[in-house]
Structures are given as C-alpha cells and as structure tokens.
C-alpha cells in the first residue's frame, strides 16, 4: 500500500493540474464567438422607396434648411410605427445623438426625428428588445430620409428601414 501512495499521489497531481492562462483562454474565446454570433446577426429588412405620396420640393427643402441637413453629409432619421414608448439610443461616430423614450402618434405616424451624420455608421438600440440595428453610412450617404419602422410580429426581424429621397407628409 505505501508504495501505491506516491503514485496515487502524483496521478491526482496530473489530474488536477491545468494551467490557468490555459483556462483563461477557453472561456474567454467562448465569450468572442458569442459575442460574433450575436453582432452577425441582423434584426432588420431594408428596402429603398421614392414612389410614395411626399410633400412637395420647396415644402422638403424648407424642412431640410429647418434641421440644418441640405448638406450632403446629412441625413434625416424617422421612427414611425410600432413605437411604444420603448427607450431607444441613436449612437453617430461614437456619440450618443439621443437617448429617450420614443412613441408613435396615432395622427401623425411619427415617433421621432433627428438629423444624422450619414458618412458613418449609425446605430440603433432598442431597449425593450435589446435589439441593436446599423443604419449603413454606404446607403445613407445616397438618401437624405430613412424611416424605421417596428413591427414585433416578426420576431427575427422586427425593425423595416427605408431609404428615400422623398419626404413623407405627416398624414
């Protein structure tokens, strides 16, 4: 029996033993492939539309002077429908632009707007969903307005951004 002892001893050792850089780096590897999968995944439908009912040029262009946006590097940001007073963050070139709690009018249509920088990327967190989504400054630098709208009836992609060249007219 004495002479198993060291062995049991030294097989327990072995067993035992895992370096803790070792340990560090699995767990921490998990943690970046979830966090990947979480960020590939896109919570959004994107279409471009110019053939909707808009207010006329001179109307667009006063509203554009009004936001300071004639500029090229801007863009207008609607949220319209589906908004229920959720608290969303509008986050262009790494600053938080808003952060407040936005709800749809019945009357008009629209929640908020905002002026954007769209030669960057603009993102979008929605709360109640823990949703966030990317308003691509590729597409945005074409349009001046983007729209996005909520609809949770499509839980894989609940959120319709839409680029225009037209101003909506509230209803």
């Given at each position: ?43 959004f439908t994107e279409q471009t539309r110019n053939d909707f009912r808009s207010v006329s ?14 500029e090229k590097q801007y863009s207008i940001l609607f949220f319209t429908q589906g908004y ?63 729209y996005v709208m909520k609809d949770l009836s499509s839980e894989d992609k609940p959120y ?12």
């Amino acid at each position: 029996m004495m002479k198993k002892l060291p062995y049991l001893l030294l097989l327990a050792l072995f067993a035992m033993c895992k370096t803790p850089q070792t340990v560090f780096n699995s767990g921490n590897s998990e943690k970046k492939e979830e966090k990947k999968r979480e960020e590939s995944k896109i919570f959004f439908t994107e279409q471009t539309r110019n053939d909707f009912r808009s207010v006329s040029e001179s109307v667009q262009k006063k509203f554009l002077q009004d936001y300071k946006a004639s500029e090229k590097q801007y863009s207008i940001l609607f949220f319209t429908q589906g908004y229920y007073g959720e608290v969303i963050t509008v986050k262009n070139n790494g600053e938080t632009l808003y952060k407040d709690m936005v709800t749809t009018d019945k009357n008009s249509g629209l929640a908020k707007n905002m002026r954007i920088l769209n030669t960057v990327e603009t993102s979008i967190y929605d709360q109640a969903t823990k949703k966030t989504i990317y308003i691509d400054s590729e597409k945005a630098m074409k349009h001046k307005f983007i729209y996005v709208m909520k609809d949770l009836s499509s839980e894989d992609k609940p959120y319709k951004i839409t680029y225009s060249d037209k101003l909506r007219p509230a209803k």
